[in-house]
Nanobody, 122 residues
Framework: QVQLVESGGGLVQAGGSLSLSCAAS????????MAWFRQAPGKERELVAR???????NYSDSGKGRFTISRDNAKNTVYLQMNSLKPDDTGRYYC????????????????WGQGTQVTVSS
């Protein structure tokens, strides 16, 4: 079992920044890809960014250029730095371990955190 605990969400004005953290605990000995997803009200959960064990990163179009995913393997922690936030970035952000590609999108993961709310006001 793996536990993922997110922190760092909150309320911010458009144009501002937030930094999210996700600490993994439990059976984390394998080399795994980590990811951040988000779910806006009334929308499906979508992948925002992912990072491999070796640090290779990929971003969705919505986060590219504004968001930065990073990880500290020694601390079993993954981060998401979000800059130039927009009201459309509002949603619940979830940390995920081992995201799964389902043919048309990243739709599942091995483990999920409980999520942290990000609200961007205009």
């Amino acid at each position: 079992q793996v536990q993922l605990v997110e922190s760092g969400g909150g309320l911010v004005q458009a144009g501002g920044s937030l930094s999210l953290s996700c600490a993994a605990s439990g059976r984390t000995s394998n080399r795994y890809t980590m990811a951040w997803f988000r779910q806006a009200p009334g929308k499906e959960r979508e992948l925002v960014a992912r990072i491999s064990w070796s640090g290779i990163t990929n971003y969705s179009d919505s986060g590219k250029g504004r968001f930065t995913i990073s990880r500290d393997n020694a601390k079993n922690t993954v981060y998401l730095q979000m800059n130039s936030l927009k009201p459309d970035d509002t949603g619940r952000y979830y940390c995920a371990l081992d995201p799964v590609w389902c043919g048309s999108n990243w739709c599942r993961a091995g483990y999920w955190g409980q999520g942290t709310q990000v609200t961007v006001s205009s």
